[in-house]
């Protein structure tokens, strides 16, 4: 094997089985940083343990010298080639199996083995023999693995790669390590790659934020997805044996301890056993519509014996070490609200057991039907051992009642029939994570909910993407369709879980009907709609930042063409109303009790709601909204300056962010004077492409003006990225940067506080820039459309 010769200076991979490299000299010169979780940075001729999490192959990315130059050498003197590669200087670790992305033959993997009896892995049970089809794509792929990122860049070593004009590049490679094959192929479909190459870097984070923790520690349940001991996805529920919050703790930022686990007759009941499984979580709260995915891969299992209220009890708890995690918005998800089961009704020992096969019975096709949420688990690289995938993930889908659609088809192998689901795929963050598992690998896993009587339904078999038949076109704002072939499936009836959840209807927010008293042209892209209480009454109050959940019936002709494109004339009627949710920033003043409410609503082509709002409603009609929400909201505790940064229509958040200060700082709309504001400067930078396109200037500059009456510092930036011949209300020309920030702030900016709305990719690159300029990385925050 002929090593690669690279340029002196050149970036470089070096790929060797970590069991055979003795000392780190024997490969590199001496190695800066390892980000390896829990192992100490190595120096060169310091020894390299090997730790359980490490397997097979050690990845070391360095830059070329005179000694790494030729071959690296192993302990048994066989010779490995230097492959040049662009990449910080590190080390990263990577698990042993088939490389992210890599296509497992269907032949290779054996069914789900689900008997009507109770069949499934105890804890502690023997794990299969891997399959000699698995086994040869580990051989066969091994060259090809890709690390997974463990750390990102702070603002030195960012600074440090653009003096050497590595920084694209090396962003391009961490940007590879976040996407596998099949997420980035179906990125690249879709249209979405070219914004999550640019962002995905910055909003998918490998720790978990304050927020964040706070967050787990609130919830009564989380979602997960495993593996069985055949290598199929499913997905289960994990809620402590109360039904009460605490039981997901964070030790550390990299942590996650979970004090509970399936219950008995789950299908993955013994599934988190094994060190080293992989794991995906999504942590949501139904009522607020907030979520995030997490995934990961156990590091321990725990068991001690509690005092219960009936005798002593075992308490099971996993600790998850966290690789990703994301964010979402609050869309497609109906908002329940969460309560322990009442008593009498605590979760029973061994639950209702009911298994099936390929074809499922017409009452739990009714109840499939009948859902508006389901759970997808998906992975990618498994090879049919639990516990060898590179990655899990679950995620929510939602809609309507009756946006899963069952239908019955002939199995051509067995000549049974065999129950297929297909739901539909709407418009998200672009990862698609999801989508491009199962492009890799199509087993996947479905998981309902019974709200009312704690039960939950476990589905797996193998999924297809229809990205473009007829049928996708139906369906009023589906991207995408996901056909679901049932291959197992296993009831877990009544009481199997502590916890039940309201109708949608008696959802925090009190459902109300809301009446279009104003209709209002703010650009030639963004139309403000003023909504008053339809019947008397005054409204719920909300804070700057918050959003306004909105729910309208669209004509189904309309629908259609808007799905079907934006050059399809939008006014075909129809008798089937289709019932449409979205939520938008408010942008009117914040208060304690609001008379009114206003939504300011860019135009997009395609955008079905906004579409809807722009060319038929009208000043009369009833709309119906939920009550306002959102956790983008400002820090009362912060002292610093405080930065409002948007572009586009991110400025509705902005605004009412703006609105807020200056009555806070004033006294008035209801607030309590706040004289410490007047010491801490506020600026307001925003971002648009022409006069044209610029939206409540006019607004801005009163509150401007209203701020300095009350002794405030309000100072206000506009920047125009293409300005027209006649355009005179805008500071500086081009896009809004760290370098134009800093230049407003100059030495205040380390003591600052940024609050920033606009597009994906805008957002991540002010984020490099400003913490480049020396923004701390906690003070920035941002909401993501």
């Given at each position: 094997m002929q090593p690669i010769v690279a340029a002196r200076g050149a970036p470089m991979q070096v790929v060797v089985p970590f069991t055979q490299v003795t000392h780190a000299a024997q490969v590199v010169p001496p190695i800066y940083r390892s980000v390896a979780s829990g192992e100490a940075n190595h120096r060169q001729g310091a020894p390299l343990v090997q730790s359980p999490a490490v397997r097979t192959v050690l990845v070391i990315r360095t830059v070329v010298t005179s000694s790494a130059l030729g071959c690296a050498t192993t302990a048994g003197a066989i010779p490995y080639p230097v492959v040049a590669a662009a990449s910080p200087l590190r080390v990263l670790?990577?698990?042993?199996?088939?490389?992210?992305?890599?296509?497992?033959?269907?032949?290779?993997?054996?069914?789900?083995?689900?008997?009507?009896?109770?069949?499934?892995?105890?804890?502690?049970?023997?794990?299969?023999?891997?399959?000699?089809?698995?086994?040869?794509?580990?051989?066969?792929?091994?060259?090809?693995?890709?690390?997974?990122?463990?750390?990102?860049?702070?603002?030195?070593?960012?600074?440090?790669?653009?003096?050497?004009?590595?920084?694209?590049?090396?962003?391009?490679?961490?940007?590879?390590?976040?996407?596998?094959?099949?997420?980035?192929?179906?990125?690249?479909?879709?249209?979405?790659?070219?914004?999550?190459?640019?962002?995905?870097?910055?909003?998918?984070?490998?720790?978990?934020?304050?927020?964040?923790?706070?967050?787990?520690?609130?919830?009564?349940?989380?979602?997960?997805?495993?593996?069985?001991?055949?290598?199929?996805?499913?997905?289960?529920?994990?809620?402590?044996?109360?039904?009460?919050?605490?039981?997901?703790?964070?030790?550390?930022?990299?942590?996650?301890?979970?004090?509970?686990?399936?219950?008995?007759?789950?299908?993955?009941?013994?599934?988190?056993?094994?060190?080293?499984?992989?794991?995906?979580?999504?942590?949501?709260?139904?009522?607020?519509?907030?979520?995030?995915?997490?995934?990961?891969?156990?590091?321990?299992?725990?068991?001690?014996?509690?005092?219960?209220?009936?005798?002593?009890?075992?308490?099971?708890?996993?600790?998850?070490?966290?690789?990703?995690?994301l964010v979402h918005c609050p869309q497609f998800i109906s908002n329940r609200p969460c309560r322990a089961a009442p008593a009498g009704a605590t979760p029973v020992p061994a639950p209702h057991r009911a298994a099936y096969g390929r074809c499922l019975p017409v009452h739990i096709r009714q109840r499939i039907e009948a859902a508006d949420t389901l759970f997808l688990a998906s992975g990618h690289c498994g090879t049919g051992e639990q516990g060898r995938a590179c990655g899990m993930d679950v995620n929510h889908r939602g809609g309507m009642p009756g946006f899963v659609k069952c239908s019955t088809k002939l199995d051509p192998a067995s000549g049974k029939e065999q129950t297929v689901l297909s739901f539909p795929d709407y418009s998200g963050n672009g990862f698609l994570h999801a989508i491009g598992n199962i492009v890799v690998d199509d087993r996947c896993g479905l998981l309902f909910l019974d709200f009312e009587a704690g039960g939950y339904l476990q589905l797996t078999g193998r999924a297809e993407v229809d990205w473009d038949s007829p049928a996708v076109a139906l369906i009023p704002g589906a991207r995408r369709l996901i056909s679901f072939e049932v291959h197992a499936a296993v009831d877990l009836g009544d009481g199997a879980l502590p916890l039940r959840w309201d109708p949608p209807e008696s959802a925090a927010g009190n459902i109300r009907q809301m009446r279009v008293v104003e209709k209002v042209k703010e650009s030639v892209d963004i139309t403000s709609f003023v909504l008053a209480n339809a019947k008397e009454g005054p409204l719920p109050g909300f804070r700057g930042g918050q959003h306004l959940p909105l729910e309208v019936e669209v004509p189904a002709g309309f629908a259609k063409a808007v799905a079907a494109g934006p050059d399809v004339p939008a006014d075909a009627e129809d008798k089937s109303p289709v019932v449409v949710k979205r939520s938008y920033s408010l942008s009117s003043p914040p208060c304690r009790s609001a008379d009114t409410y206003r939504i300011s609503v860019k135009r997009h082509s395609q955008g079905l709601m906004s579409r809807f709002l722009h060319d038929c409603v009208q000043v009369g009609e009833v709309i119906t909204v939920c009550e306002p929400g959102g956790e983008f909201t400002l820090d009362d505790a912060a002292s610093g300056p405080i930065v409002l940064v948007s572009a586009g229509v991110g400025l509705t958040p902005m605004l009412t962010m703006l609105y807020e200060l200056v009555d806070r700082g004033s006294g008035s709309n209801g607030f309590t004077l706040e004289p410490g504001l007047r010491n801490r400067p506020i600026f307001y930078v925003h971002c648009a492409q022409d006069g044209p396109h610029h939206a409540c200037h006019g607004e801005v500059l009163q509150l401007a003006a209203r701020a300095a009456a009350a002794q405030m510092d309000v100072r206000v930036h506009t920047a125009y990225s293409r300005p027209l011949p006649g355009d005179q209300c805008h500071d500086s020309k081009g896009r809004i940067s760290g370098a134009l920030i800093a230049e407003l702030l100059g030495q205040a900016l380390a003591d600052a506080d940024v609050y920033c709305c606009g597009p994906a990719v805008f957002m991540a690159q002010l984020q490099t820039d400003l913490e480049e300029h020396g923004l701390r990385p906690e003070r920035y925050f941002y909401e993501k459309f």
């Open positions: 670790r990577v698990s042993q199996g088939a490389p992210r992305g890599a296509k497992v033959p269907a032949s290779a993997i054996p069914p789900p083995q689900i008997s009507p009896a109770a069949h499934y892995k105890q804890p502690g049970q023997a794990e299969p023999a891997e399959t000699a089809a698995a086994r040869a794509v580990d051989v066969a792929r091994m060259q090809e693995v890709k690390t997974l990122v463990e750390s990102l860049f702070h603002a030195g070593e960012v600074a440090a790669q653009k003096r050497a004009g590595t920084h694209e590049k090396t962003l391009k490679a961490v940007e590879r390590d976040l996407f596998h094959a099949g997420e980035m192929e179906v990125q690249e479909r879709a249209g979405t790659r070219q914004e999550v190459e640019a962002c995905g870097h910055r909003i998918t984070q490998d720790r978990i934020p304050d927020k964040q923790q706070q967050f787990l520690a609130s919830l009564p349940f989380l979602v997960a997805a495993a593996r069985d001991a055949d290598g199929w996805p499913w997905a289960t529920v994990l809620a402590s044996r109360t039904g009460s919050t605490g039981f997901a703790q964070t030790p550390d930022d990299h942590t996650l301890s979970v004090h509970a686990l399936p219950c008995v007759g789950d299908v993955l009941e013994g599934s988190f056993d094994k060190i080293g499984a992989e794991v995906g979580l999504i942590a949501i709260e139904l009522a607020t519509r907030k979520r995030t995915c997490i995934n990961g891969k156990v590091k321990a299992r725990e068991m001690h014996m509690v005092a219960g209220e009936n005798g002593t009890v075992v308490d099971s708890a996993i600790t998850v070490g966290i690789d990703q995690l």
